[in-house]
């Protein structure tokens, strides 16, 4: 630069040249803010919680005491609460096994059988629920569910309240009602999260190749053989990426065990009424690293099997 | 290309989509529905009158308010720190880049309960009460990751050269970014905006936690549905949370169908 007359430049254009030129500088002034923001509020918050898990609450006082102890990791595994854990697993396992049947068709569908129109009707068709609101989804099959609503209706409509009966009365998954049995629960979980398998699995499905299903049936496997040994082994991780959320929604959540279903408690509920009514935080602080580890281990099992690049 | 689907296909695929859509249809019916102790179905009668008491009842109004407030609020905060994490992601690699992503989806990859539970202890180790900011706290810290995915996807489909060519041509830093960046991210910033809202409007599990006393409008639905009193005024107020939330959905929609990543394809 050799111009005699040198007017100052702006400050405006002195601070974006000294940031041009220190690339490190600008990337941690953008990333300062967001960072300090979840790393105060939401890593902070975490570990606070965790760190709690590892005090103990006095049997006397009620208060919390504030020193290192794994006393309330063996309450944890107290054959009460072991059981909570388990039945909230296995509600877990069975709403993603019949989300990924149910979700699965749907998908396919949209991925192969579609015109663009109809691609972006079902589109938003799955994501409206996806996004709508989760409460008034749960309430909605709190009016189904009901005794006097519409399910029984039907049932009663079709000469069928023998058989709705009979399922009631099964030991376990049965009760008073269908608002008040784990079938019910397990429709709604299912309602709730489907959209949530569907858009993964519709994305992997997607990615596989036309001309793969072509070779496949020229080499004469009949369609359920395509299916079985090049459709669904080319989906899978979408399948895995669609059961992280809904493992991990079903694992977490509390209000739908507390809206629909038996008074036995879940693990989202548990960490629920151990903090609130019965006020023992580091109980509390516990159950909630249940969900953690269970998480922790299933996403390392999914990324061995490909799932993140189906996101 | 286009395969023709058996019927079997045909009937699961749209058996599913109505199993997702048939209830929020019966929520529409069951507002107008004249019995207002029970579920009974079909409804013995159909009234316009829950929709007036509904605009009636100032505690729904004090809680849609609020409910506004905090999910206006939380959006600006999120839409300011997922365009500079976006920015940073994609403009540069360096050490810890994978992490940082991760770092930003943790807040609505692990159950709303830890979010909630986390913050709630931390407020009371740090003694500090619950209030409109409390709320407002943990909305944004979830928020982000929405604006973040969409800024990071336009950001992905935009040419770097523009920016160089905009430098090259003698414009700054800022007016680059005014000029050249913003445009060219201003509908996806609007589509994220939008979605980061109804999650916000929606939000009830880390609501309970962070709220105290405070009743927002998902809040005010849960006391409803553990203690109902008139079920059908209810059925209005869902009526209209879902015509809220279907808006911005549609809107972001529309506003980013041209990429190859849709606003909203993942939560």
Known sequence: MTTAVATAPSLGRRLSNGLYRRPTLLLLLLLAPPLMWLGIVYLGSLFALLAQSFFSIDEFTGLVRREFTLSTYAQLFSPANVDIVLRTALMAAAVTVAAACMGFPIAYYMARCTGPRMKAVFYLAVMLPLWSSYLVRVYAWKLILAKEGILGWFFAQLHLTWLLDAVLALPVIGGASLSVSYIGMFLVFLYIWLPFMILPIQAALERVPPSYLDASSDLGAHPGQTLRHVILPLAFPGIVAGSIFTFSLTLGDYIIPGIVGSSRLFIGQAVFVHQGTAGNIPLAAAFSVVPIVIMAIYLTWAKRLGAFDAL | ?267
Not at chain 2, 49 to 71: C, M
């Open chain 2, 1 to 267: 290309m286009r395969y023709k689907a058996s019927l079997g296909l045909k009937v699961a695929a749209f058996g599913g989509l109505a199993f997702l859509h048939v209830p929020l249809g019966l929520i529409f019916l069951y507002a107008f529905t004249t019995e207002d102790k029970s579920y009974q179905f079909p409804p013995p009668g159909l009234t316009t009158r829950w929709f007036e008491v509904a605009w009636n009842r100032q505690d729904i109004w004090d809680a849609l308010t609020l409910s506004v407030q905090v999910a206006a609020v939380s959006t600006v905060i999120a839409l300011v720190l997922g365009t500079l994490a976006a920015a940073a992601v994609f403009r540069s690699r360096f050490f810890g880049r994978e992490a940082v992503s991760l770092f930003i989806i943790l807040p609505i990859a692990l159950p709303g309960i830890i979010t909630g539970i986390s913050l709630r202890s931390a407020f009371n180790l740090a003694d500090i009460p619950f209030s409109f900011w409390t709320i407002v706290l943990g909305h944004a810290t979830f928020c982000v990751v929405v604006v973040y995915n969409n800024v990071v996807a336009r950001f992905r489909r935009t040419s770097a050269s523009l920016v160089e060519a905009s430098m090259d041509l003698g414009a700054d830093g800022f007016q680059t970014f005014r000029y050249v960046v913003l445009p060219n991210i201003a509908t996806a910033l609007l589509a994220g905006g939008m979605l980061a809202f109804a999650l916000s409007f929606d939000e009830v599990i880390v609501t309970t936690f962070t709220a105290g006393q405070q009743s927002t409008l998902p809040i005010w639905m849960l006391t409803e549905l553990v203690r109902p009193r008139q079920r059908p005024v209810t059925n209005v107020v869902a009526v209209f949370v879902i015509a809220v939330t279907f808006v911005p959905i549609l809107v972001a929609y529309f506003l980013t169908r041209d990429t190859e990543h849709v606003a909203g394809a993942g939560k």
